[in-house]
């Protein structure tokens, strides 16, 4: 089963799904983006915002941690070998995304994609 583990600041959580909910989730979180605005715009401007609603209550938590699974999946590989988007690779690849920096408009972020092949044999 596909896993994502996302690490912003202080905070870190992982996210396993199916693919099919992985695409439930991100065609869900763009719907609600889509009515404030540009979709991409509404989830970056959120993933700015999210450390304070990471440490709110645990709803508002939930919430961003939907929100910042949401903006991971569509994120770029950032890999010329593997072009596209993480959904895209979720049959075979787990990710590990940390957020290094979101703020004022330029969000940076590291990705590391593994075959899940490779890290179920190295356990």
């Not at 912003?8 to 909910?21: Q, R, V």
């Not at 939930?62 to 999946?73: R, Y």
């Amino acid at each position: 089963m596909p896993e994502i583990r996302i690490t912003y600041g202080k905070h870190a959580f992982s996210w396993t799904a199916t693919e099919e909910e992985a695409a439930g989730l991100l065609a869900y979180q763009r719907e609600r983006a889509t009515q404030l605005g540009d979709p991409d715009a509404v989830l970056n401007t959120m993933v700015e915002h999210a450390p304070a609603l990471l440490d709110g209550n645990p709803n508002e938590k939930g919430c961003a941690m939907e929100m910042l699974t949401a903006w991971a999946l569509n994120l770029s590989t950032q890999q010329p070998e593997r072009p596209g988007r993480v959904i895209d690779y979720l049959p075979a690849y787990d990710f590990a995304i940390t957020i290094e920096q979101a703020a004022k408009g330029v969000i940076r972020a590291a990705l590391e994609a593994k075959l899940r092949d490779e890290i179920a044999g190295s356990a």
